[in-house]
């Protein structure tokens, strides 16, 4: 039924955009995390996104449907979450307690100003999930109600 | 004289029934709103009516052997277009999340009033069998 399918597509959307604000706030909170070498510095981490496709979620309707393209799809899921290879910032701080031999730390490649920007993209799209999850609800309320006066 | 519910109904179950479809993808487009490469898709809504009409006429194309193609289910996914984007981005994406979320409160308002017109066929067929 389409209508149910809409709670499942609107959910992924959900998950998707939680886990996007959850890497943008662990990308926010080690925003100086120094260490003293590249290897150890926290990078900054992004989700990746694809959509589902329906014929993923039925694979017995598949090939049913001659010539057809894919169908209107079930959603989104997050393929992984991939580290920003950006270049880390190199600061003279000999007497931060990481520094190296140089006298050098090295601190995270987070951008604060793009994360807050991404920050406020992720909980504007899932407030939309969320509107859409309401209207499925009371259209799905509605129709429980035919014939009823 | 029997009472025929496909011919009381007319073309209102169908209405609904393409109103969530469109719902549905509709929905898909803002699940998929920073999705790169994802393109913005939306159904021939025209399209879609006809063969509900031409399926309840009965003279859609019928399947008497296996061999047959189902015409019925190509035609449903044909129905499904791209929509083409007002400005393009760099991820790919066609999906403007505003113009999609408007689409989607006049799909329900429309769903809405498929709904009340089915609702008062029902309520009308009530009245004629009670009689009062």
Redesign the interface.
Known sequence: ???G??FD??G??MT??SL?LNTTASNIANAETASSSTEETYRARKP????IQQAMLSPDQQG?????????????RVEGVVESDAELQMRYEPNHPAANEDGYVFYPNVNVVEEMADMM??S??FQ??V??MN??K??MQ??L???Q? | MAISFDNALGVHPQA??AR??R???L??N???????G?KA?DVDFRAMMERAQQDASGFGMSRTDDGH??TS??G???E?LYRTPHQPSVDGNTVD?QQE?SR??RN?MD??AS?QF??SK??GL?KALTGQ
């Open positions: 039924m389409s209508l399918s809409i597509i609107a992924s959307g998707a955009q996007r990746i996104f694809s959509s049913q449907a001659f010539g057809s393209e894919e169908g209107p799809g079930a959603g989104v993209s992720s504007r799209s939309m999930n509107d859409i209207t499925a009371s259209m509605r129709i109600t035919l014939g006066q | 609904l029934l969530e479809k719902a549905e993808v929905a898909n803002m699940a998929n709103a920073d999705t790169p994802f898709r193609m189902d289910m190509g449903a996914d044909s499904l999340a979320q989607f409160m329900a769903y809405q709904f089915l609702d029902f309520s009530k």
